[in-house]
């Protein structure tokens, strides 16, 4: 037991390198060993049991390695050609090499970053994504930093009882012991910033994380400076604690991590929020604006949205952090004070309606305000954030709400297995890794050995059983279950049975047990003598998530029928480890959210870039894909509504019994050619297209890129475009109600031919405005039966003719398709260089006429 002593007297040991070995360290504390085999090689080599029972944490083992091993490993030639080349792909990685504009930097802040299992401060697909970003940001060298929250706990350790519910485990988290350092002051101190809450001052460590070419900044308020137990846990844990506990991280996220950013002396030209967890950020751009360049509120809000980038994750409000304006008015009256700011102000950033002065607090609305640059994470997904939050500009149609799409990507280094890689090595061109988004690299796929290409597949799937074999046993170890049982978990599973793989957040939305629906159909497919079928599963349901819990009960108990125990096994504690074994090893994927509900997922990604073929619902990036990827799609492109769970579950059964099964067996003595053929299609498509890479690369042209020139536009002349626009936006509110149309036609009346021209104008009363001041558009489609638009385009008139104030706007507009067609003529400010940056307005006027 731990025994508790003040004031200790604290010093750092660290290892003693032979110095043949003296660069090990700097390959430790970087995490590009995360995803270049050859450097992880380095430290397996030095003692593969050791490397194993540390978590596969560098800088725990060289803690722990003994010197003797060491001293042979620096004199053993063999080892030392080893070392010398992870030092060598070391330096190839972390060398800067893009150029890049002059002073451009974005920081993005993430409240979660799941890079490798030794450093758990993530809890699911958000802190993945992060650490991919990351990672594939590192590999293209671009200028980006990120920021985020060190958790002492981090998310949960997950384990099961006897009757099969969920338990948690919160072990605490050894910063010195993992590949991370504190920053320094310019006086060799650990650096710290604070952020004022009603309790006091909280201070705030800074830790740098090397994740190859990127720095990762967390912090961190468990340090001896805080004295109250609250200010202290406020890092304590991932998602953990109550709504006052959520808005406390969220200011040290968004304000704590600008205030760090200063100490620093890192000035970024682009702020990402990556969800709404940092939104506060904002505010802090909007007071410093205001303190040192005496802007006032709306001139600093407009020059700090023109540098911020939004991207939602969250499709459904629910999963949006809100906050009670008594809560609100808690943390941020002393901020409104000190900044001369209207409470009410603040409180409209965050407003659907901003009359309605009982409406919570949204960070996602927040991050809509502030943001000049917003995106869904699949072409879907746009589509349901444009209707989530259609009501910050309700007068536009929804499919013109100014929120983009990027779909993600999967870091491939990180996630595809070494065999693959090594039978890549010798079928594709010889630079496939660094050509990782040419079609062409990977057309090559198609001259692999159909045999070949298979074994490297069973070899995985071999090493997945031996895993959850050895998982399993130790966890009936563990909870002291019958010796039968103990015997049972050594032996479930077969390496030459078809085999299902299904792992994720135990959110009810996911629908894990939608297979489980009709148990005795299931049985006949799983015990099927001559097919035999059999189903890994793997998640953890949040603490608070009892329906979830209960998911995982039910499966847990139906894997212990005693017909069922070797073909259903439930792993539990799923991590990055699990995850990673689960991709790679089993034959199918499964995905069967409610459609509409999974923002994009990309656990369905990292199991097709290593050979497993998809079953899944038609949502987020397999909507996507469905047609190029050889997989099978469960239901059709349809919103999602309760009647359709036993229609899915139906669906999963059929396919499975009719098509999946039998292709897989077809030809069991020799090779599954359709099958094999199908691995290949996926493997050739989706290896380019969903590379986290190419999505960096569309996040840095569509929108990092353009904020930082909008940045550059705003820093210019003391920021005067932003006090020129707040100006301008102060006029035009003013007389807004005064602008009408007066005139909309001549319409075009009977019928026109296909490819001739149809004059279309508008007189518009602009109550003193300038043409320039607008922007008048036709919106042109065919007209459905309901008589509403679809396949429409939208058209900018020009100014052609002025009297008084009214000015007539015109253009022809020359009809292309047969048919129905219709326009509507509408009106609004035009302060915006690009319709997708427009701020949340209900600044828009439709004509009544045309």
Not at 579 to 599: F, H, K, M, S, T
């Given at each position: 037991m731990p025994f508790h002593i003040q004031p200790l007297r604290e010093f750092l040991v660290r290892p003693s390198l032979p110095t043949p070995l003296d660069r090990m360290s700097e390959l430790a504390y970087n995490l590009v060993w995360s995803w270049e085999p050859i450097i992880r090689s380095v430290f397996r080599r030095l003692d593969p049991a050791l490397w194993r029972d540390c978590g596969y944490n560098p800088v725990l083992m060289l803690g722990r390695v003994s010197q003797a091993t060491l001293e042979r490993a620096a004199a053993d030639p063999r080892y030392l050609a080893l070392y010398r080349a992870a030092c060598d792909a070391f330096d190839a990685r972390t060398r800067k090499q893009a150029q890049h504009p002059a002073g451009q930097l974005i920081a993005y802040f993430s409240a979660e970053y799941g890079l490798t299992e030794c450093l758990p401060v993530y809890s699911g697909g958000l802190g993945i994504l992060s650490g991919d970003h990351l990672k594939s940001c590192s590999d293209q060298d671009y200028p980006l930093i990120g920021l985020g929250l060190l958790y002492q706990q981090g998310y949960f350790r997950q384990f099961l009882n006897p009757d099969g519910w969920q338990q948690e485990r919160y072990p605490t988290n050894d910063f010195y012991t993992m590949p991370i350092a504190p920053v320094k002051d310019a006086d060799g101190n650990d650096l710290k910033v604070t952020v004022k809450l009603p309790t006091g001052n909280v201070f705030i460590q800074v830790w740098k994380l090397q994740v190859g070419r990127i720095h990762l900044y967390l912090l961190d308020t468990n340090i001896p400076e805080n004295v109250l137990p609250q200010d202290r846990d406020i890092t304590d844990s991932l998602y953990g604690g109550d709504i006052d506990t959520r808005i406390r991280q969220e200011i040290v996220l968004g304000i704590g991590g600008m205030r760090a950013l200063r100490a620093m002396n890192l000035e970024p030209t682009v702020f990402h929020m990556n969800e709404g967890h940092s939104a506060f950020l904002a505010l802090e751009q909007i007071r410093l604006l205001m303190r040192e360049h005496k802007l006032t509120f709306d001139e600093a809000l407009e020059t700090a949205r023109a540098s911020n980038v939004f991207t939602t994750h969250t499709p459904v409000p629910a999963g949006?952090?809100?906050?009670?304006?008594?809560?609100?008015?808690?943390?941020?009256?002393?901020?409104?004070?000190?900044?001369?700011?209207?409470?009410?102000?603040?409180?409209?950033?965050?407003?659907?309606?901003?009359?309605?002065?009982?409406?919570?607090?949204?960070?996602?609305?927040?991050?809509?305000?502030?943001?000049?640059?917003?995106?869904?994470?699949?072409?879907?997904?746009?589509?349901?954030?444009?209707?989530?939050?259609?009501?910050?500009?309700?007068?536009?149609?929804?499919?013109?709400?100014?929120?983009?799409?990027?779909?993600?990507?999967?870091?491939?280094?990180?996630?595809?297995?070494?065999?693959?890689?090594?039978?890549?090595?010798?079928?594709?061109?010889?630079?496939?890794?660094?050509?990782?988004?040419?079609?062409?690299?990977?057309?090559?796929?198609?001259?692999?050995?159909?045999?070949?290409?298979?074994?490297?597949?069973?070899?995985?799937?071999?090493?997945?059983?031996?895993?959850?074999?050895?998982?399993?046993?130790?966890?009936?170890?563990?909870?002291?279950?019958?010796?039968?049982?103990?015997?049972?978990?050594?032996?479930?599973?077969?390496?030459?049975?078809?085999?299902?793989?299904?792992?994720?957040?135990?959110?009810?939305?996911?629908?894990?047990?939608?297979?489980?629906?009709?148990?005795?159909?299931?049985?006949?497919?799983?015990?099927?003598?001559?097919?035999?079928?059999?189903?890994?599963?793997?998640?953890?349901?949040?603490?608070?998530?009892?329906?979830?819990?209960?998911?995982?009960?039910?499966?847990?108990?139906?894997?212990?029928?005693?017909?069922?125990?070797?073909?259903?096994?439930?792993?539990?504690?799923?991590?990055?480890?699990?995850?990673?074994?689960?991709?790679?090893?089993?034959?199918?994927?499964?995905?069967?959210?409610?459609?509409?509900?999974?923002?994009?997922?990309?656990?369905?990604?990292?199991?097709?870039?290593?050979?497993?073929?998809?079953?899944?619902?038609?949502?987020?990036?397999f909507d996507e894909a469905y047609e190029e990827v050889g997989g099978w799609a469960i239901g059709e492109r349809e919103p999602y509504s309760e009647d359709q769970d036993p229609l899915h579950a139906s669906a999963i059964y059929s396919l499975l019994e009719n098509e999946l099964v039998p292709m897989f067996y077809e030809q069991r003595e020799q090779t599954p050619r359709e099958w094999m053929r199908r691995v290949k299609q996926s493997l050739s498509y989706i290896s380019p297209n969903f590379d986290c890479r190419r999505m960096v690369r569309e996040y840095m042209t569509q929108l990092y890129d353009p904020a930082h020139h909008g940045h550059l536009r705003m820093l210019a002349g003391n920021y005067e475009l932003g006090r020129e626009r707040a100006r301008w936006n102060a006029r035009v509110r003013q007389v807004w109600d005064k602008v009408r149309f007066v005139e909309a036609g001549p319409g075009p009346g009977g019928s026109v031919f296909s490819g001739r021209p149809v004059a279309v104008r508008a007189a518009i009363d602009l109550a003193g405005l300038d043409p320039n001041d607008v922007r008048v558009e036709a919106v042109l489609g065919s007209v459905d039966a309901s008589g509403h638009l679809e396949n429409t385009e939208v058209l900018v008139l020009p100014s052609v003719e002025s009297n008084g104030d009214v000015v007539t706007f015109a253009r022809e507009i020359v009809p292309e398709r047969t048919g129905r067609i219709g326009y509507a003529l509408r009106v609004s400010p035009n302060h915006f260089d690009d319709p997708m940056t427009r701020p949340c307005t209900t600044l828009l006027k439709w004509s009544n006429a045309g």
């Open positions: 949006i952090d809100l906050f009670d304006p008594g809560l609100m008015y808690h943390y941020f009256s002393d901020y409104c004070a000190e900044t001369g700011v209207d409470f009410q102000q603040l409180m409209a950033l965050g407003r659907r309606d901003i009359w309605n002065r009982d409406e919570r607090f949204s960070m996602a609305v927040l991050a809509l305000n502030t943001a000049s640059y917003r995106n869904a994470v699949s072409r879907l997904h746009r589509e349901v954030s444009q209707e989530m939050f259609h009501d910050l500009w309700p007068q536009l149609p929804v499919w013109e709400v100014p929120i983009g799409s990027v779909t993600n990507g999967v870091h491939l280094p990180s996630w595809l297995n070494g065999d693959l890689a090594l039978l890549y090595d010798q079928y594709l061109e010889p630079d496939w890794r660094e050509r990782f988004n040419d079609p062409a690299v990977w057309r090559g796929i198609r001259e692999i050995p159909d045999e070949e290409l298979l074994e490297v597949h069973r070899r995985r799937k071999r090493r997945l059983i031996a895993f959850v074999r050895t998982r399993q046993h130790a966890s009936a170890v563990r909870r002291q279950a019958s010796s039968a049982e103990v015997r049972r978990a050594s032996e479930v599973l077969d390496p030459n049975a078809f085999t299902i793989g299904f792992a994720r957040r135990f959110a009810t939305y996911k629908r894990a047990t939608l297979i489980f629906r009709d148990v005795e159909r299931l049985k006949r497919l799983l015990l099927n003598k001559d097919m035999p079928v059999q189903i890994v599963i793997a998640g953890k349901a949040h603490p608070k998530d009892q329906p979830g819990k209960s998911y995982i009960r039910e499966i847990v108990q139906l894997s212990r029928d005693p017909e069922l125990w070797k073909h259903l096994v439930f792993l539990e504690d799923y991590d990055m480890k699990v995850g990673r074994e689960l991709v790679q090893g089993v034959d199918l994927w499964l995905n069967n959210p409610r459609r509409g509900e999974e923002a994009c997922g990309t656990s369905g990604m990292k199991a097709a870039i290593n050979g497993v073929l998809n079953l899944s619902i038609l949502d987020g990036w």
